[in-house]
C-alpha cells in the first residue's frame, strides 16, 4: 500500500475547459463503439448496446474511484452524512443517469456531430439557470452571446430536419436541461465541503444501480444478457477512467471556486474539440447547414468569452472567484491524496 499525491496545477477555467472538452468526446465515442459493436464484444453486437455502455460505464467509474482511494473512508463519510444530502446525492445519481440514458438513446437518431453541437446549450442553460437561482446580475454580452448560441443549436435542430425535430435531437436538447439541473445540485453538494472521491463513487453507483433496476423492469432482465461478452468491461475501465471520472473531477473541482456564469463561458470552446475528434474517429464530416449553424455558435461563444461586461457584474464575479479559491487553498482542497 502506498499513496500517491496528486496535485492538479490547472487553473479553474482550464478544469472547466478541459472536462466538458472530455465529456464532447462522449457521443463520439460511444457512436464509435456502436459501429464497431460485433468486433469489439466477439461477434456479439448487443453486447456494445447503449444500456450495457452506460450501466458497466458508470459502474466502472464508482470502482475506479473506489479503489485508487480509501473504500473505508469513503463508506465512512458517506454513512455520516445526514439523510437530506444522501437523498440529494441519489437525486443527482438518477439524474445523472437519465442525461447518458437520452444521450446513448438519441445517438441512435441522430449523428456524433448534432449530438455535440446541441450539447452545447448545456452550459449555457448552466449558466443562465444558475445565476438566475443565485440572484447573479449577468452582463449585457452574456446575455447576448448565449443568446447566439441558442439559435444557433435551434438552427441545427430545425435545419436538418426541414422544420421538424426528430427524437434524437429532441433527446439532446432534454438532456442539456438534465445538466443544468444535475450541475446545480453538484455545486450545493460541493458547497457542503464534500468529498470529491464521496461524490464521485455515489454519483456513477447510485446511477448505475437506479439505471439497472428501471431497465429491468421495463425491458427485463434478459435486456443484460451480453453484459459479460467480448471486451466491454475492458473498454469500459478506460472509458470510464478518462471520459467519466477525469472529466466529472474536473468539472466538481472548478465549480467550487466559479461561478456558473464563468463557467458557462469557459466550457465553451469545447465542442471544437469533440468536433475534431468525430471528423478523424467516425469520419463526421459536417454539412453546410450545420457549418452555418456552427458559426453562428462561434459567434456568441466570442461575445460571451470576449465581450466587455458592464460596471460591476464581472467585478462582482472576479471577487467572488478569487474569494472562492483562497478559501480552498487555505484548506488544503487544491492537493489530492489518494492512496493504492
Not at 437523498?87 to 438519441?106: K, P, Q, Y
Not at 465581450?307 to 489530492?336: I, Y
Request: with cysteine.
Amino acid at each position: 500500500m502506498f499513496r500517491l499525491s496528486i496535485e492538479f496545477m490547472l487553473s479553474p477555467q482550464l478544469e472547466v475547459l478541459f472536462s466538458r472538452s472530455l465529456a464532447s468526446l462522449r457521443p463520439v465515442i460511444v457512436s464509435f463503439l456502436i459501429v464497431h459493436a460485433m468486433s469489439l464484444s466477439g461477434g456479439l453486437d448487443q453486447a456494445l448496446s447503449p444500456c450495457n455502455v452506460l450501466l458497466v460505464g458508470n459502474f466502472c467509474a464508482a470502482m475506479l474511484v473506489l479503489t485508487l482511494f480509501k473504500p473505508a473512508s469513503i463508506l465512512r463519510e458517506i454513512s455520516e452524512l445526514p439523510w437530506s444530502i444522501k437523498g440529494l446525492m441519489l437525486l443527482d445519481g438518477a439524474l445523472t443517469a437519465l442525461i447518458s440514458a437520452l444521450i446513448f438513446t438519441g445517438l441512435e437518431y441522430t449523428t456524433a456531430s448534432n449530438a455535440i453541437l446541441i450539447g452545447r446549450m448545456a452550459p449555457v442553460l448552466y449558466a443562465l439557470i444558475g445565476a438566475l437561482a443565485l440572484g447573479t446580475v449577468l452582463a449585457r454580452p452574456v446575455w447576448i452571446g448565449n443568446g447566439f448560441i441558442i439559435v444557433g443549436v435551434l438552427m441545427i435542430v430545425l435545419f436538418s430536419t426541414g422544420g421538424n425535430v426528430n427524437k434524437g435531437d429532441a433527446m439532446m436538447i432534454a438532456s442539456t436541461f438534465v445538466f443544468s439541473i444535475v450541475s446545480i445540485i453538484g455545486k450545493k453538494l460541493v458547497a457542503r465541503k464534500i468529498s470529491m472521491p464521496v461524490l464521485l463513487f455515489a454519483r456513477n453507483l447510485s446511477g448505475s444501480v437506479i439505471f439497472f433496476f428501471v431497465a429491468i423492469y421495463l425491458f427485463g432482465v434478459h435486456h443484460f444478457a451480453d453484459v459479460f461478452a467480448g471486451s466491454l468491461w475492458m473498454v469500459m475501465v478506460v472509458y470510464a477512467g478518462l471520459i467519466i471520472v477525469v472529466s466529472q473531477w474536473l468539472w466538481y473541482k472548478a465549480s467550487a471556486e466559479l461561478s456558473s456564469v464563468s463557467m458557462g463561458r469557459w466550457a465553451s470552446p469545447a465542442p471544437l474539440v469533440g468536433l475534431t475528434f468525430a471528423y478523424f474517429v467516425n469520419n463526421n464530416i459536417p454539412d453546410s447547414k450545420q457549418l452555418i449553424a456552427g458559426v453562428v455558435i462561434l459567434v456568441g461563444i466570442a461575445i460571451t468569452t470576449f465581450g466587455k461586461p458592464a460596471p460591476g457584474t464581472q467585478v462582482a464575479e472576479d471577487k467572488r472567484e478569487t474569494s472562492s479559491k483562497a478559501d480552498l487553498l487555505m484548506q488544503g482542497d487544491n492537493v489530492v491524496s489518494p492512496s493504492v
